[in-house]
């Protein structure tokens, strides 16, 4: 299976800072890649998918960027909605395989 | 209103098997991949298993295979996921998710697009 490395494992920012959170595969899925956030007992949301584009409805701040094994997802201003914890997933083969997750926290 | 709900879940000893149902209302079924996720307590997320719009392609995570079965009743709008030979560590939240399966000239992509509010599975003695 292919692994999925996010990093940082937990970042501390504060509101209006310019975020990047990365994620890496253990080989190449092109731009097969999606990011979802998610809240303390909630489902998680569609940010972006094949790599950079956005799910609509979701705010313009947050963009995604990568191909191959590299990715990122930047939030270009933190607004307070906006901590929670980010997960990558690759939909390049299966199984089907997340990041261990972001967690963003208030600084 | 468009959702799906999830339903199923509870306490089950190991060995022991559950069923877990997922109902779809506001939107067409048919035509959409549906998987399940699941999330143990405090851990991240899980991809567990898809089905194809009509039922022909399933997939599995490898920890599952030969013990969970994905399938769907289209007429009826709603998802199953048959869990036998449960385990402690099958513990989590499992979810119900929608994927439009995305297009474009590249290629096909996933996009859980909509998720249930989940169903807790716990599996101890």
């Known amino acids: 299976a292919i692994q999925m490395t996010q990093s940082p494992s937990s970042l501390s920012a504060s509101v209006g800072d310019r975020v990047t959170i990365t994620c890496r595969a253990s080989?190449?899925?092109?731009?097969?890649l999606g990011w979802y956030q998610q809240k303390p007992g909630k489902a998680p949301k569609l940010l972006i998918y094949?790599?950079?584009t956005l799910q609509s409805g979701v705010p313009s701040r947050f963009s995604g960027s990568g191909s191959g094994t590299d990715f990122t997802l930047t939030i270009s201003s933190l607004q307070p909605e906006d901590f929670a914890t980010y997960y990558c997933?690759?939909?390049?083969?299966?199984?089907?395989?997340f990041g261990q997750g972001t967690k963003l926290e208030i600084k | 209103e468009v959702q799906l709900v999830e339903s199923g879940g509870g306490l089950v000893q190991p060995g022991g098997s559950l069923r877990l149902s997922c109902g779809a209302s506001g939107f067409t079924f048919s035509n959409y991949w549906m998987i399940w996720v699941r999330q143990a307590p405090g851990k991240g997320l899980e991809w567990v298993s898809n089905?194809?719009?009509?039922?022909?392609?399933?997939y599995y995570v490898d920890s599952v295979k030969g013990r969970f079965t994905i399938s769907r009743d289209n007429a009826k709008n709603s998802l199953y996921l048959q869990m036998n030979s449960l385990r402690a560590e099958d513990t989590a939240v499992y979810y119900c998710?929608?994927?439009?399966?995305?297009?474009?000239?590249?290629?096909?992509?996933?996009?859980?697009?909509?998720w249930g509010q989940g169903t807790m599975v716990t599996v101890s003695s």
């Open positions: 997933l690759q939909d390049y083969n299966y199984p089907r395989t």
């Open positions: 080989q190449g899925i092109r731009n097969e």
């Open positions: 998710v929608r994927d439009p399966d995305y297009s474009d000239s590249s290629g096909y992509y996933d996009a859980f697009d909509m």
């Open positions: 094949a790599a950079s």
């Open positions: 089905i194809r719009q009509d039922g022909s392609q399933k």
